[in-house]
T-cell receptor, first 115, second 114 residues
Framework: AQKVTQAQTEISVVEKEDVTLDCVYE???????LFWYKQPPSGELVFLIR??????QNEISGRYSWNFQKSTSSFNFTITASQVVDSAVYFC????????????FGSGTRLQVQP | ETGVTQTPRHLVMGMTNKKSLKCEQH?????MYWYKQSAKKPLELMFV???????ENNSVPSRFSPECPNSSHLFLHLHTLQPEDSALYLC?????????????FGPGTRLTVL
């Protein structure tokens, strides 16, 4: 069965600090996809990144970076020089190529960036 | 036009009421989803529609009844709900239902059942 664990329920940082959001997943499938979504106070989930299980290259997009490590079944998300606008709930999610048709989400990490 | 819209944004209903949630996607996608987001649980998938056919029903109580009249519209009909059904109901769409398809979400309907 697939499972996603985000152990950090809430994180509070001060603006300009770096912050890493942890995501650990479980799956029996060899082909799977990992996602990060951001949920701002307005409610809609915003897609940030998708990674497939065969691509362990780290990715950087502006202040965002992602570290995918199959050896530890982790897909961590780092925000560099955080800003108040980064305040949101962040969800990690998993989908299996051979499994059900939709995403399995973690419980989310609420990030508060204080000015 | 925003990609995925949901109406109403907020809804308060009694346990004997009948109401419907509406979702519309303007992205040309062919798959649509309903999720439930409760305060103390991860996002839970409720229903999946692909090409207007229901392809997944995640053991949802019959008091929730989905309808997908075309690939752009999705409804969730509600009747005789319970207070524990109070939650944020999110609609999403994607181009296909393969594992790699990212889903695009609407802003949700905040439902309160009294």
């Amino acid at each position: 069965a697939q499972k996603v664990t985000q152990a950090q329920t809430e994180i509070s940082v001060v603006e300009k600090e770096d912050v890493t959001l942890d995501c650990v997943y479980e799956t029996r499938d060899t082909t799977y996809y990992l996602f990060w979504y951001k949920q701002p106070p307005s409610g809609e989930l915003v897609f940030l990144i998708r990674r497939n299980s065969f691509d362990e290259q780290n990715e950087i997009s502006g202040r965002y970076s992602w570290n995918f490590q199959k050896s530890t079944s982790s897909f961590n998300f780092t925000i560099t020089a955080s800003q108040v606008v980064d305040s949101a709930v962040y969800f990690c999610a998993l989908s299996e190529a051979a499994g059900r048709r939709a995403l399995t989400f973690g419980s989310g990490t609420r990030l508060q960036v204080q000015p | 036009e925003t990609g995925v819209t949901q109406t109403p944004r907020h809804l308060v209903m009694g346990m004997t009421n009948k109401k419907s949630l509406k979702c519309e996607q303007h992205l040309g996608h062919n798959a649509m989803y309903w999720y439930k987001q409760s305060a103390k649980k991860p996002l839970e998938l409720m229903f999946v529609y692909s090409l207007e056919e229901r392809v997944e029903n995640n053991s949802v109580p019959s008091r929730f009844s989905p309808e997908c009249p075309n690939s752009s519209h999705l409804f969730l009909h509600l009747h005789t709900l319970q207070p524990e059904d109070s939650a944020l109901y999110l609609c999403a769409s994607s181009q296909g239902t393969s594992a790699y398809n990212e889903q695009f979400f609407g802003p949700g309907t905040r439902l309160t059942v009294l």
